[in-house]
């Protein structure tokens, strides 16, 4: 696990954000390239006329109007980006979705209060030192994927719908796990997932926003609670081996009792079991096989001499 995420809340993540470029403030060049022209369509006429001596309040006539159209075109003229719409409020009131593409606006009447983007949008959450329903404190980080679908909704129901989102996507998380014991929250994140997309998407649906996915990107326990929890799984293991090894036990001697009731009722198989031994032990050059003579005589072999000779003529034979 990664101990060295990086925790944020909603406010901190929105604060950390990029400021904003030219393009996001929607200053199409467009409108400013109409602007300049208009500029220096109106200084060059006053200066011409001034040249040739035309009466100043004449010059005022046609600067003063070239310039207010070149800031009216300015300010009238939007361009909205394909995955964009802009809410235009006249007068206070909604007039309207506008975009994408070129649409205007009336300057002083019409203002555009909000841009919404219905691209899929990515927001981290994170909480931290949450209890579990086992009171257990957990960091957990995770991930949520979103988008507007009612433009009008986004921007009239809720103030700032970026930050709203992110606030309530980290109570759901902190709701969730706190109905959650620690064991269900490291085997069971599937369900965690499906449990915060559906919690945060009831909550977002009157917004105009819909959650397309919720993944959990880390889990971090304490670490004393990680080590006890390791020292378990390590124990568990070695219980699991043991067990293992008494039935391996149980199964030969059960398998060693069914052969000695078969050499009960069979002495020559025990005979020649006893040869197999003795024959298999004198392979090894140098090998030293001390036979007790009790067994000897129980299994009825004869000498010890005997049967060592016999055993080292056989492997002579085949040496």
């Given at each position: 696990?990664?101990?060295?995420?990086?925790?944020?809340?909603?406010?901190?993540?929105?604060?950390?954000?990029?400021?904003?470029?030219?393009?996001?403030?929607?200053?199409?060049?467009?409108?400013?390239?109409?602007?300049?022209?208009?500029?220096?369509?109106?200084?060059?006429?006053?200066?011409?006329?001034?040249?040739?001596?035309?009466?100043?309040?004449?010059?005022?006539?046609?600067?003063?109007?070239?310039?207010?159209?070149?800031?009216?075109?300015?300010?009238?003229?939007?361009?909205?980006?394909?995955?964009?719409?802009?809410?235009?409020?006249?007068?206070?009131?909604?007039?309207?979705?506008?975009?994408?593409?070129?649409?205007?606006?009336?300057?002083?009447?019409?203002?555009?209060?909000?841009?919404?983007?219905?691209?899929?949008?990515?927001?981290?959450?994170?909480?931290?030192?949450?209890?579990?329903r086992d009171t257990v404190p957990?960091?957990?980080?995770?991930?949520?994927?979103?988008?507007?679908?009612?433009?009008?909704?986004?921007?009239?129901?809720?103030?700032?719908?970026?930050?709203a989102i992110a606030w309530a996507?980290?109570?759901?998380?902190?709701?969730?796990?706190?109905?959650?014991?620690?064991?269900?929250?490291?085997?069971?994140?599937?369900?965690?997932?499906?449990?915060?997309?559906?919690?945060?998407?009831?909550?977002?649906?009157?917004?105009?926003?819909?959650?397309?996915?919720?993944?959990?990107?880390?889990?971090?326990?304490?670490?004393?609670?990680?080590?006890?929890?390791?020292?378990?799984?390590?124990?568990?293991?070695?219980?699991?081996?043991?067990?293992?090894?008494?039935?391996?036990?149980?199964?030969?001697?059960?398998?060693?009792?069914?052969?000695?009731?078969?050499?009960?009722?069979?002495?020559?198989?025990?005979?020649?079991?006893?040869?197999?031994?003795?024959?298999?032990?004198?392979?090894?050059?140098?090998?030293?096989?001390?036979?007790?003579?009790?067994?000897?005589?129980?299994?009825?072999?004869?000498?010890?001499?005997?049967?060592?000779?016999?055993?080292?003529?056989?492997?002579?034979?085949?040496?």
């Open positions: 696990m990664d101990t060295g995420a990086e925790h944020l809340s909603p406010f901190r993540y929105l604060a950390k954000a990029k400021p904003l470029s030219m393009a996001d403030q929607h200053m199409n060049g467009i409108s400013l390239f109409i602007l300049i022209v208009f500029i220096l369509l109106s200084t060059g006429g006053a200066v011409i006329m001034d040249n040739l001596k035309i009466k100043d309040w004449i010059i005022f006539a046609v600067y003063i109007p070239l310039l207010l159209k070149g800031f009216y075109l300015f300010f009238a003229i939007q361009v909205a980006r394909q995955w964009e719409k802009a809410v235009v409020l006249r007068m206070g009131k909604m007039r309207g979705l506008r975009g994408p593409g070129l649409f205007w606006i009336v300057p002083i009447l019409d203002t555009i209060t909000t841009w919404i983007d219905h691209r899929v949008m990515v927001t981290p959450f994170s909480a931290e030192k949450t209890l579990t957990v960091n957990v980080d995770a991930v949520l994927f979103w988008l507007v679908w009612d433009a009008e909704k986004a921007a009239l129901e809720v103030e700032n719908y970026r930050a996507s980290q109570t759901a998380l902190r709701e969730v796990i706190g109905q959650m014991t620690l064991a269900d929250i490291l085997i069971g994140r599937n369900k965690m997932d499906a449990d915060l997309q559906r919690i945060i998407d009831e909550r977002t649906t009157p917004w105009g926003i819909t959650v397309q996915s919720v993944e959990i990107r880390d889990i971090v326990i304490p670490a004393d609670l990680e080590d006890a929890m390791s020292r378990q799984a390590q124990a568990e293991r070695e219980r699991q081996a043991r067990v293992i090894l008494g039935e391996s036990e149980m199964q030969i001697a059960a398998s060693f009792a069914e052969a000695s009731k078969a050499y009960i009722n069979n002495p020559t198989a025990l005979h020649l079991r006893a040869m197999n031994m003795l024959f298999e032990g004198l392979k090894e050059k140098g090998a030293l096989v001390i036979v007790p003579s009790s067994a000897v005589d129980t299994m009825n072999l004869g000498g010890i001499s005997g049967i060592t000779a016999m055993a080292q003529q056989n492997i002579d034979k085949i040496q």
